[in-house]
C-alpha cells in the first residue's frame, strides 16, 4: 500500500540553527499539502502544492519559513533560523488533483528546539 | 484559523462502551470527514461524509451530518483499546481551495 514518506521522523536542534524536512507524496498525487501541529492542537495548513506550484501559503511565516516542491515530486520544508514556539510535529499530506476526498499522512516529524 | 470544535475535548469510557464525539463548524460545507491520531503519529482518515448525506457507516463506525445546525457526530460502537486515539473532525468549506480545516480534537481514552 503506498504511504506518504517523511524524514527525519525527529529532529532536536537549537534555536538559531537550520533545519529542514522532507516529504515524497503517494505517487501521482500532485496535490501536497505542510502542516504544523502544536500538541493538543489540530493541524494548521502552512503551505499547499499542486504540482510544483504553491497554491496557498498565507499562514507560512515566511521571514524564517520556506517551502519547495521543484519537480513537483517530493517537496522540502525548511526553518531558518529556529526559534523555540517551533517545536511542534510537522505533518506532510497529499491527495489526488482536484479531489475533494481524503488526505493521505506521513507520519510527521517531531521537532523540538531548545 | 480552525472550523471545527469538537466536544468533548476528553473522553475516558470502559472497553466495550460506545463512545460519541460531536464536531460543530462554521460555514457551509462539500463534505466533513473523521481523522483518528494514534499518539505521536500521522492521522489516519476514518470516513467522510458529503453535505447532502445525513449519516453514514463503516464497520463500528457510525457519523451523522446536520447541515442545519453545522454540526456532526462519530459514534465508535463496542469500543476496544486500540480506539485509543485523537478524532479530528476536518471540513472542505464551499469556497476552499481543495483544503481542510481542523478542530482542536478529542482525545479518547478506552480503559480496560
Known amino acids: 500500500e503506498a504511504e506518504v514518506a517523511q524524514s527525519p521522523r525527529y529532529k532536536i536542534t537549537e534555536k538559531s540553527q537550520a533545519v529542514a524536512f522532507w516529504c515524497d507524496p503517494i505517487?501521482?498525487?500532485?496535490?501536497l499539502y505542510w502542516y504544523r501541529q502544536i500538541l493538543g492542537q489540530g493541524p494548521e495548513l502552512l503551505v499547499q502544492?499542486?504540482?510544483?506550484?504553491?497554491?496557498?501559503d498565507s499562514q507560512l511565516p515566511k521571514d524564517r519559513f520556506s517551502a519547495e516542491r521543484l519537480k513537483g515530486v517530493d517537496s522540502t520544508l525548511k526553518i531558518q533560523p529556529a526559534e523555540l514556539g517551533d517545536s511542534a510535529m510537522y505533518l506532510c499530506?497529499?491527495?489526488?488533483?482536484?479531489?475533494?476526498?481524503?488526505?493521505?499522512f506521513g507520519p510527521g516529524t517531531r521537532l523540538t528546539v531548545l | 484559523s480552525q472550523q471545527g470544535e469538537e466536544d468533548p475535548q476528553a473522553l475516558s469510557i470502559q472497553e466495550g462502551e460506545n463512545a460519541t464525539m460531536n464536531c460543530s463548524y462554521k460555514?457551509?460545507?462539500?463534505?466533513l470527514q473523521w481523522y483518528r491520531q494514534n499518539s505521536g503519529r500521522g492521522l489516519v482518515h476514518l470516513i467522510l461524509?458529503?453535505?447532502n448525506e445525513r449519516e453514514k457507516h463503516s464497520g463500528r463506525l457510525r457519523v451523522t451530518l446536520d447541515t442545519s445546525k453545522k454540526s456532526s457526530s462519530l459514534l465508535i460502537t463496542a469500543s476496544r483499546a486500540a480506539d485509543t486515539a485523537s478524532y479530528f473532525c476536518?471540513?472542505?468549506?464551499?469556497?476552499?481551495?481543495?483544503?481542510?480545516?481542523w478542530g482542536a480534537g478529542t482525545k479518547l481514552i478506552i480503559k480496560p
Open positions: 499530506a497529499s491527495s489526488r488533483s482536484g479531489s475533494r476526498n481524503e488526505q493521505f
Open positions: 505517487s501521482g498525487h500532485a496535490t
Open positions: 502544492f499542486q504540482d510544483e506550484s504553491v497554491v496557498d
Open positions: 460555514t457551509s460545507i462539500n463534505n
Open positions: 461524509i458529503r453535505s
Open positions: 476536518a471540513t472542505d468549506a464551499e469556497d476552499s481551495n481543495y483544503q481542510l480545516i
